[in-house]
């Protein structure tokens, strides 16, 4: 059961404009569902990293992951952690240049990096394979456990934090809307394509049912 | 002209595997070129946060913008960033969880951020707009001083940094290659859909051909 909304905070309130920020869990785990893409930004030697990486969630918790052989990693365990999920939905074309914008879905989580213990790793990264791909775990060749071990999972609770989102038309100054300029949106979306097996795939392999029915969100 | 390849670096060798890193100037510039979105992230009090934005590139210079009205943005002048810019390409389904994969291309840059001067702003926002839009910004109501003061630029040299891509089919482990499992790729990509005019537009205005002939990317 979701703990209500997210907390507003000093950090929040830095970088959202309070008018846009959304704190409503609904809308923030819509937009961390929608997609397993993150950003995690972290200080290392008092300098700013982001690295693209996979996350998802269960329940009130998100999780991401990487290699076990990573120096990177190792080095933010327990760490403060910002952490960004992004849709662009599309251009904004406005009157003037000024209110051209993008149509985007987005969330920021502030947190702490903690590291998941071997013991849990296993269930973790199956729930992660099937929330990601449903069904597709019970094909697989089982998780040995030298694998658990080289790959590392951070969790943070889904706490501080918040969401912004565009949508919609242009907003232009009132007296440019009489203007003969042609304003709107060029909508953009991401689309999955028809599966494409691998060549060393076993002759006669049928592409199982749960790639053809599998749904990008 | 490029100045060369990306400079490898402490920073750079931490973040990338040195097998998987990429230096070379013209994947780097296709892949920022292929995207306005970005996610920055700066150090502020400390902690880190990241948020996304919109870039682009001239020559060997990347920019991006924000309101001058944020209090975010007063904070990060000069001061060290990590910029990364990712295209998410599909799923890549092997035959163990542990090889499951995306296939990817992105690029993560290291610098100062360089607040513009007003007097550049203007053109470079007409640059910014032309870039993405081919063709808009002589259909637009022109940019007022208070507009360029209102804006906030920012720009770094593409210098410190590197490409990361995976394409291509799983790799699975050598005995995993005589399993019934199928394995390939569901292949994921942005694509752009017909444009919506605003309600707001006058009567009788047609599509422009610089909006028809868009592509993205």
């Known amino acids: 059961m979701p703990e209500g909304n997210l907390k507003k905070t000093k950090r929040t309130n830095l970088v959202r404009n309070s008018k ?27 300098r700013p990293y982001v690295t693209p990486t996979l996350q998802w969630r269960e329940g009130d918790m998100i999780f991401w992951h990487g290699s076990s052989a990573s120096r990177f990693l190792h080095q933010i365990v327990g760490k403060d952690v910002c952490l960004a999920i992004t849709h662009f939905d599309g251009f904004v074309l406005a009157r003037s240049a000024f209110h051209h914008s993008i149509n985007y879905r987005s969330v920021m989580l502030f947190g702490q990096a903690t590291k998941i213990e071997d013991a849990q790793k296993k269930e973790l990264l199956q729930s992660f394979v099937e929330g990601l791909i449903p ?71 049928e592409v199982p049912t749960h790639i053809r029915d599998f749904k990008l969100g």
Chains 1, 2 share one sequence.
């Open 20 to 46: 846009r920020a959304v704190y409503d869990r609904t809308v923030v785990n819509e937009i961390i569902d929608a997609t397993p893409l993150c950003h995690v930004s972290y200080i290392i030697d008092g």
């Open 135 to 205: 069904g597709r775990w019970e094909h697989l060749r089982p998780m040995t456990d030298q694998e658990a071990k080289a790959t590392t999972v951070f969790s943070m609770p889904i706490d501080e934090g918040s969401a912004k989102v565009r949508s919609g038309p242009p907003g232009d100054d009132e007296d440019d809307y009489s203007l003969p300029i042609w304003a709107g949106l060029l909508p953009v979306s991401q689309v999955l394509h028809d599966p494409v097996p691998d060549p060393k795939n076993l002759d006669g392999l």
